[in-house]
């Protein structure tokens, strides 16, 4: 069984995260050697003077190298994008190229019978989820808060091939400076169409393990869906995707015995 969902692995994929720092927080990137965890905010006292801590001591972070979990096949919650069409705000978080939805939106995950309502996906360059170290072109994550707080991000993996429409709307409204956003537009887009369209989005196949955000602060307490397919964009996408954000893609950190359980 184990040797069978591996094997399956390369097809599918992962996911994660969130995101925006407020603007009080120390500025983090992907390219500076000092780890995320030892930045100092030198105007709060301790123990706050290390914001990021959970980034260095926490035992469930995101990303993780999808070959090293455990892997498990069971009965799990239904799982369904009930997403549909919205005004989107394009945002340059600073990080990564992002689409906010509208103050209201009805879209959401529904896991079993509670629905998360959709807060807002990104997308990283190369993924953060691998698979014994190999990284697909890029990752998309849709990410899902509760009104206590809690967090669900869904994960696509992306391959390229076909060009898709929507990303390049994606792309061709999305400011170039960091912090910057377009609510203008008026443009609408329908999430879903960033999920595979092979699959049904009422009964997604998915797998599915605890973590964290993989972006500073690090939060954990983050249920990830990765879906067992990808979605795909165009050569010509990806290098403009890249004239953006190059490299925005955490390592994948320790599994610490975690299991992933995938309802395939
Ligand atoms: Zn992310």
């Keep these: ?26 500025h983090w990137d992907y390219d500076d050697p000092t780890p995320w965890w030892a930045i100092e905010d030198t105007t ?17 972070q995101s990303p993780v190298d999808l070959a090293a979990v455990q892997l498990t096949s069971k009965p799990l919650n239904q799982l369904a994008a009930l997403y549909g069409a919205d005004t989107a705000t394009f945002f340059n978080s600073g990080h990564a190229v992002q689409v906010n939805t509208s103050i209201g939106y009805s879209g959401g995950l529904k896991v079993g019978e509670e629905t998360i309502p959709l807060i807002q996906f990104h997308f990283h360059e190369p993924s953060e989820h691998v698979i014994n170290g190999d990284h697909f072109p890029a990752e998309l994550h849709f990410v899902h808060i509760n009104e ?19 990303f390049q709307t994606v792309l061709d409204n999305m400011p170039t400076q960091g912090g910057e956003s377009n609510a203008d537009t008026g443009i609408q887009i329908d999430p879903a169409v960033f999920l595979p369209q092979q699959q049904s989005h009422n009964n997604l196949e998915y797998f599915t393990l605890a973590g964290s955000l993989t972006t500073p602060p690090c939060s954990e307490g983050v249920q990830w869906y990765l879906l067992a397919d990808p979605i795909t964009i165009s050569e010509a996408q990806l290098e403009q995707f890249k004239s953006f954000y190059t490299n925005n893609a955490r390592p994948a950190q320790d599994v610490n015995g975690r299991a992933i359980l995938s309802n395939k």
């Design 148 to 166: 206590d707080g809690r967090i669900a991000v869904l994960a696509v993996a992306i391959e390229l091939g076909e060009e898709h429409p929507a």
């Design 1 to 26: 069984m184990e040797s069978k969902i591996l094997k399956s692995l390369p097809v599918l994929f992962f996911l994660y995260h969130t995101t925006t720092a407020t603007s009080a927080s120390p």
């Design 44 to 60: 709060q006292p301790a123990p706050r003077s290390y914001p990021y801590a959970e980034c260095g001591v926490g035992q469930h």
